[in-house]
């Protein structure tokens, strides 16, 4: 990612959004398909579905 680019992430989505990006891609996790599909199907509900699930199956993603 690039600073600018990193910078846009920013401004459009609040502070701190790029470094989460950042650091959620160099993290190599496993993911299972029950979740995945949870996953998709929270974000077919909306945004907030979608971040509300993702909280509660990766909690330490999100910064306290």
């Not at 989505?13 to 995945?36: M, N, Q, S, V, Y």
């Amino acid at each position: 990612m690039t600073y600018e680019h990193a910078q846009a992430i920013d401004r459009i989505h609040g502070k701190d959004w790029a470094a989460f990006l950042e650091k959620l891609a160099r993290k190599p996790e496993i993911w299972t398909t029950d979740e995945l599909a949870q996953l998709r199907s929270a974000a077919r509900m909306g945004p907030n579905a979608y971040t509300q699930f993702y909280k509660e199956i990766r909690p330490h993603h999100f910064p306290a």
